[in-house]
């Protein structure tokens, strides 16, 4: 799957695949093709200049970013509820913007402002060698025109000899010069031909152009310094690289030589140009070690390479993607399957109200059911209903169908309802119960294995439909999740994100053929919305969760009224419509409706709705 990543992203996730090719360069040294090094210091610049990227579940992003993506079944309707009382209303003053921190105007103004500081270095660097470049003379050499014509290219090769340098560079892309420093002793046949191939494998390669991106790619990451890092050690492998295919041309017996040559022009060099390919650059002892440590390429060494280079694409170049897609999946295909058998379910607080008067409503048996429930949890029984025995005219639910995890027990159940069930949460500020939720998540070192986090996602794919804390679990605490994980997003990334919500709204009529029943009518939409919270530390969880019901109400009842077009593509676009006008309904001066999109729209019998 394709996604995209904000530049934040990018250059973090870029510094994490930078730091994994040090430490394996460093493993692997003079045991592999230096090729291989070079591919994935190609595969971290992409990283850190395209937005775009696949996603893997094998990612290794995919465990920084699970919290972000948990198994979330969609919002529960409370239906037959009297309206939410709210305590204090008159108080609440007007909206107030979230805390931002720097302004990201300033904050782009200084990146950009360093970033052509950075540029103007590297510019200045390039043109105040080109002018000494320009002041060299052709090389009148019998043995340099012979090496010339053995060594053609598509793109003219030119030697050239300086006074100005004191080491062998390469200059130029697409009119590729080779300059040799005057001093340098062109009689000596054996010393020239070593510095001749070095400078041929630049030329081969496109080395130029490569380190021009890579001063690139250092102006805009100017503030990551693992990309400075990048930098440097990528200038070295290029080096590296054309040193050990020097050996490759001349043989195992050239080593001593070619170190020698090395050795005798590092002794004369005075520093050079960071967008040329100088013969002599800095990290000498490594480049000597490298070149008498040097091996054969066999096959073995060749696979060795091949499979880092795979098993670090894999890992470190796709994005995350999220884990719990069929968790999730499950979790929605059995509230849809408890929602055509009628199960509409009451809020949680109505259920232990109920609970502790007796009283009763329209729907009497329903909340007898969550009565006998509660009440056998909290006398530790109840183990049949977590197991999936109890009856199916009380759940709706069986169990066993969508078991992800065989451990799944009444203890797990109670374990994470008495780590999020938080006393008087309604009247808490939305920031106050956000806080205490994530540090309850949060709070296990081992909650992306065994942890609350994924008891969690394992409760929420097979919870029964009326369940007491149904509407607690899929509502108050997913949305909050939601919310804390789109606000660390922006803070991070430096752009607004708006925590979304998601939910189902569905009918289904029957009748009865010789005693089945059969569906006549049926009509579904799967929809979700953004939301932007305007005063934290105003909106209350009441207030909240009172917005998310009023949507799902409004939009339950569209459905019911049957005022939907009979063409499908008609009807989804009158349907988003509905929902933005429903969002905006809902809004008030603490919480505001940002956008909606329809998921997934069916209507069977129109015209019968």
Known sequence: MISTMSFIEMS?????????????????????????????????????????????????????????????????????????????????????????????????????????????????????????????????????????????????????????????????????????????????????????????????????????????????????????????????????SCDDYVIRQYGSQARVTYALTLVGLEEHRSGCSPLVNSFCKNAMKERITAVMKSRKTTVISTVAALLMVAAALSLFVPNAQGESGQVMAAGEEALKEGSEKGALVQDINETEKLSETGEASGT?????????????????????ILEGKAGEEDWNFDMKKYALNSEYAKSQYDRLINAVAIENYEDMSIAEFNRKINAVFSSEEDFMDTGLYTLYEVVMSMLPAGDPYE??????????????????????????????????????????????????????IDYRFTYRILDQDKLTVRERDQFLQDVMKGVQDYLESGNISADEEKGEKEALEELKKIGKSASNEHIEFTGGEIDYFEIENKEEL
């Not at 302004?103 to 402002?113: K, L, Q």
């Not at 693992?226 to 200038?235: E, F, G, K, T």
């Not at 009497?364 to 049949?384: F, M, P, V, Y």
């Not at 990334?493 to 289904?508: E, H, K, L, M, V």
Request: net charge neutral.
């Open 12 to 240: 973090l996730y870029g510094g994490i695949f930078i730091i994994a090719i040090t430490v394996l360069r460093a493993a692997t040294f003079n045991k592999i093709p230096k090729t291989a090094v070079k591919v994935l210091w190609a595969a971290a610049f992409l990283r850190l200049t395209l937005p775009v990227t696949v996603t893997s579940p094998v990612s290794i992003y995919t465990a920084a970013e699970r919290l972000a993506h948990a198994a979330r079944r969609g919002g529960v309707l409370v239906t037959e509820r009297t309206p939410l009382s709210m305590k204090d209303t008159a108080g609440l003053s007007g909206s107030s913007s979230m805390p931002g921190g720097v302004p990201v105007s300033m904050i782009t103004g200084i990146w950009i402002a360093v970033a052509v500081i950075v540029a103007l270095s590297f510019w200045v660097s390039h043109m105040r060698g080109k002018r000494i470049y320009r002041a060299s003379l052709p090389v009148e050499n019998s043995y340099v025109k012979t090496w010339l014509e053995n060594h053609r290219l598509r793109r003219p090769i030119q030697i050239r000899v300086c006074d100005q340098i004191d080491s062998p560079l390469t200059y130029g892309i697409l009119w590729p010069v080779i300059l040799l420093p005057k001093n340098l002793n062109l009689m000596d046949e054996n010393k020239l031909s070593f510095i001749l191939a070095h400078e041929f494998a630049h030329i081969r390669r496109f080395d130029a152009l490569f380190k021009w991106l890579l001063a690139a790619l250092v102006c805009v990451h100017w503030f990551n310094p693992l990309v400075w890092v990048m930098y440097i050690l990528a200038n070295r492998d290029l080096e590296l």
């Open 364 to 384: 009497e048996k329903q909340n007898e059911t969550g009565k006998a429930i509660e009440t056998e949890l909290a006398n530790g029984e109840g183990s049949d």
């Open 471 to 524: 509407v607690y679990l899929c509502n108050t605490v997913n949305a909050s999740l939601t919310e804390y994980s789109s606000r660390m997003d922006e803070v991070y990334s430096g752009r607004r994100t708006d925590p979304s919500f998601s939910s189902t709204a569905q009918i289904t009529s029957e009748e009865d053929v010789f005693g089945d029943k059969v569906t006549v009518d049926f009509g579904m």
